[in-house]
């Protein structure tokens, strides 16, 4: 069975970073495209980051393009989300999620993922 464990959230001031982390047990790794979403309260879920675990390749949204960076371990099955100048904006939960096959542009643009984690608060307040 598929299972993704998000850490790493909390309470950052504005112009902080965190670091997400998504630990995954029960697929076959190389095969799936993992990516990282977040929903605000009243705002429709976005796709922040994703990368295909086969060849590291990534997408960004526009929103988080030069401060955030996706990479993955694949000898630990973990895929990392560095969050650098954090905004308030950036106050969510943030999700991560697993794919069978397909890029990372798309896996972003459309939100399917066969398994979800359970989602991790990251706030951004002063």
């Known amino acids: 069975q598929a299972q993704l464990v998000e850490s790493g959230g909390g309470l950052v001031q504005p112009g902080g970073s965190l670091r997400l982390s998504c630990a995954a047990s029960?697929?076959?790794?190389?095969?799936?495209?993992i990516g990282w979403f977040r929903q605000a309260p009243g705002k429709e879920r976005e796709g922040v980051s994703c990368i295909r675990t086969s060849d590291g390749s990534t997408y960004y949204a526009d929103s988080v393009k030069g401060r955030f960076t996706i990479s993955r371990d694949n000898a630990k099955n973990t895929v990392y989300l560095q969050m650098n100048s954090l905004k308030p904006e950036d106050t969510a939960v943030y999700y991560c999620?697993?794919?069978?096959?397909?890029?990372?542009?798309?896996?972003?643009?459309?939100?399917?993922?066969?398994?979800w984690g359970q989602g991790t608060q990251v706030t951004v307040s002063s």
């Open positions: 999620a697993a794919r069978f096959l397909g890029a990372a542009q798309a896996m972003c643009a459309v939100g399917t993922a066969g398994s």
């Open positions: 029960g697929f076959a790794w190389t095969y799936y495209t």
